[in-house]
């Protein structure tokens, strides 16, 4: 018999410094991942479309514990990318797995007129690309209508189920001004204008020059006070109808930014006959997101897995976005309804805001680090 307990055991190899920093390294990556995917996750605001409740490059915290964290669909991704690895066009995942997903519960529902972060549904707002939906480019708008909700517009007015919501603080609209000449950038700033918030649309017949601009009711007043100004007038063109590429895109509506619906807001559960009329509002939503494997649409039928559907039941909830900046803003008046399953998260605060435009000691926006977002 061997005896052993009475020799001393060996100590383990003290570990190499490159061995220590890449065990921290991947122990970073990983609770960063777990933290990015269950709770909250960076985002920066590319476009104007929601000013001035947030103004671009306004750097967001977006909190995915209060609608709930959902499993992730396209698992074979690179740990903190999206679409791409930093830096190239190369993709930074494979779709050859598709999971079903899972939302887990969250602190609270999405309201009315919260502010909302999630994955922009059509293919053509991703420059094409057919990205898995948990891959799909990040939006940011505010939540007007819920499921189930009747919602229309009139005169810029927003109604849920015949109640009017509250215009956003400082909120745009478009207008046409007129003027002799055109207006040195100098000028332009002291009223208040960036290089989203005006553009030159051509000279008149009479050689003046026209401009589109988004004014806040403040400006508008500082605008028509202005003696260079010879005309100030409502854009006709986003609220006489039909405007293009309105949603849906039927030849039959008249609707536009300013005057649009009544139109019913998808809810899971909801029953709808399948007729010419259901399908030009929900034939699309119905094809694309439904969570439908083989949808397809021909000649006014529906047919899922090739039979013929002649009554169909939603099968998840979907939202209604718009900008607050109403008069510039790409939101579901042209796309349609958010599902649900699109969903990220809620935008809770502003932790950085970088003036693009600005000069080097005035590039950092202090007034508004820290802000939080209604």
Same mark, same amino acid.
């Given at each position: ?11 383990? !190899? ?58 992730? +669909? ?9 679409? !791409? ?104 700033? =002291? ?14 017949? +009479? ?30 063109? +986003? ?11 039927? !030849? ?18 909801? +029953?709808?006959? /399948? ?21 397809? /649409? ?47 998260? =809620? ?28």
């Amino acid at each position: 018999m061997t005896w052993k307990f009475w020799k001393k055991k060996e100590q383990p !190899k003290p570990k190499t410094f490159l061995r220590e920093w890449s065990d921290a390294i991947i122990f970073a990556v990983v609770v960063a991942t777990f933290i990015r995917w269950s709770a909250v996750q960076a985002f920066v605001i590319p476009t104007p479309s929601m000013e001035n409740s947030l103004l671009v490059g306004d750097y967001l915290f977006v909190s995915k514990l209060h609608y709930g964290p959902q499993t992730p +669909k396209t698992p074979l991704q690179i740990p903190l990318t999206h679409q !791409k690895i930093w830096g190239t066009e190369i993709p930074s995942y494979l779709d050859w797995i598709q999971l079903p997903t899972y939302r887990f519960p969250g602190l609270t529902k999405i309201k009315r007129e919260d502010i909302v972060v999630f994955y922009i549904p059509p293919v053509k707002l991703d420059q094409g690309v057919d990205y898995p939906f948990d891959l799909k480019s990040n939006y940011v708008k505010r939540c007007v209508g819920l499921p189930g909700d009747r919602l229309e517009i009139k005169d810029a007015k927003i109604y849920a189920n015949g109640v009017t919501l509250g215009l956003p603080k400082n909120m745009k609209f478009s207008y046409i001004v007129t003027t002799a000449d055109e207006i040195h950038r100098r000028n332009l700033s =002291k009223l208040g204008l960036d290089k989203d918030d005006f553009y030159y649309l051509g000279r008149s017949d +009479k050689g003046q020059v026209v401009y589109r601009m988004l004014l806040t009711s403040e400006q508008v007043e500082s605008v028509k006070a202005t003696p260079f100004i010879t005309s100030f007038e409502a854009d006709y063109t +986003k609220s006489d109808g039909p405007e293009e590429d309105i949603f849906p895109m039927s !030849k039959n509506t008249l609707w536009n930014g300013d005057n649009y619906g009544p139109i019913v807001i998808p809810a899971r559960g909801m +029953k709808i006959p /399948i007729n010419d009329s259901t399908m030009n509002f929900y034939g699309e939503t119905i094809r694309l997101y439904d969570q439908n494997r083989n949808a397809q /649409i021909t000649d006014g039928q529906l047919y899922i897995d090739d039979k013929v559907v002649k009554e169909y039941t939603f099968k998840q909830n979907y939202y209604f976005m718009m900008g607050d900046n109403r008069h510039n803003s790409l939101d579901s008046r042209y796309w349609g309804f958010v599902p649900e399953d699109h969903i990220v998260g =809620k935008a809770l605060f502003i932790w950085f805001s970088l003036e693009e435009n600005a000069d080097l000691l005035h590039k950092i926006r202090w007034s508004r680090l820290g802000n939080i977002i209604r």
